[in-house]
Each structure stands twice: as C-alpha cells, then as structure tokens.
C-alpha cells in the first residue's frame, strides 16, 4: 500500500508541480546576447586584458565607454599612398635580415615583422602551391605587402570575426630591384591579429617584405 501511494504521489507531481510546491516553471534565466556596442561604424574584441572598439576608417573609439565616435581630425584620402614604391623594402632585399618560413597544414607561421625579407615556402595543394601564416600589426595605419611576382593572390583576413579585409590599393613596384616586383596596400589596426593567404600559385616560393608606411 505504501509503495502504490508513493507512485500515486509522484504522477500527481507531474501533473501538477504546483501540488508539490514546485510552483510554475521557472523562467530561462539564459542572457540574451546583447548587439554589437561598437556597431555600426566599428565592432567589439572580446579579449582577456578588456573589451575594446576596432572602430572604422573615420571614426575613433569614445572615451566615455564602448563606441565608436566621429573623428574630428579625420581627413578623407585621395587615394592610397605607397611611399617611395618600394625602394627601403628593396634594400632588405639585399641586406636582410632574412628568414624562411614554411607553410604547413597544422600551424600559421608568424610574418610580422618589420624590415624582414621572407622566403615564404608554399604548400602543394590540386596541383598548385598555397600558405596560410599569421600577421599581427603593431601599428595602425598603411601596410604595404611586397612580393616577388605579381601573379600571387593575397587575402588578408582579421580573425577575430573572419571578414576579409579589401586591398585599398595594388600596383607594380618601381623596379628598385628584381627581388620585389608588386605591392599589396592595405589599412591595418594596432593589436588586431591577421591571417594572410599566399595563392593558389604556381610558384613554390615567394619573397615578401611587409611594411608599415610611418
């Protein structure tokens, strides 16, 4: 008798919570994500030493919290400025320093830093030649990156969020030297972290000096 009431007990429990002072169903107490704080003109890095604004060309972060504000002294270009075209990457050509680095399936190697000649060994990938490696700008403002040939794609994407940054501009090098013969123009971010892809090609090997036009 006592287990039959016991079992009357429970399915009475689950009919009904409220008999056994269960009450309603408590509310999702999950938090709705919130929007973007620096959105529309920028977005947010979530990182471990604080959340900051990676605020868009014209516009800088607030200083009164999570935002990305006009920026009074932005002036609008005319268009891309790649310096001498060249010339100073060129010297590192010839005089380095230098490093190799090699592309794998199971790491991104570094290329960030500055006044460095790469030799930047590709992968086979259907029958052509491709690297992913890591970049990370310690300055905000114009990069330039010089290659070897002009018939090696290059895509730059920030991490973070995966958007793929757009070239603000592409042209060929003044010819100071055979070593770097195309150049790459891109607006960067200080403490942002970057992938760049070298390819598809058919070239095994590429030289590449990137730099921050100061």
């Known amino acids: ?99 190799t680095v090699e592309a794998t399936t199971s790491r991104a190697p570094r290329v960030d830093d500055f006044h460095t000649y790469y030799t930047v060994k590709l992968r086979p ?13 310690f300055a905000s403002g114009d990069f330039v990156v010089y290659l070897s040939t002009p018939d090696v794609p290059v895509t730059l994407v920030e991490t973070p969020i995966q958007q793929t940054v757009t070239p603000a501009a592409t042209r060929p090098t003044d010819n100071h030297c055979a070593g770097l013969q195309h150049m790459v123009g891109y607006e960067l971010t200080d403490r942002v972290q970057y992938t760049l892809t070298l390819g598809p090609t058919s070239h095994p090997e590429v030289g590449m000096v990137i730099e921050h036009l100061e």
């Open 1 to 99: 008798m006592r287990h039959r009431s016991r079992v009357l007990f429970l399915a009475t429990c689950a009919l009904a919570a409220s008999a056994c002072g269960g009450g309603d169903t408590p509310p999702d107490d999950e938090p709705i994500p919130s929007e973007d704080p620096c959105a529309p003109h920028g977005h947010i890095h979530r990182e471990p030493t604080g959340d900051w604004c990676h605020c868009n060309k014209g516009y800088l972060p607030s200083s009164t919290g999570l935002a990305c504000v006009v920026d009074p002294d932005h002036v609008p270009s005319e268009g891309f400025d790649f310096g001498d075209n060249g010339e100073h990457a060129c010297w590192h050509v010839t005089h380095g320093p230098f490093v």
């Open 125 to 137: 990938e259907n029958g052509l030649y491709v690297g992913t490696f890591s970049y990370k700008a």
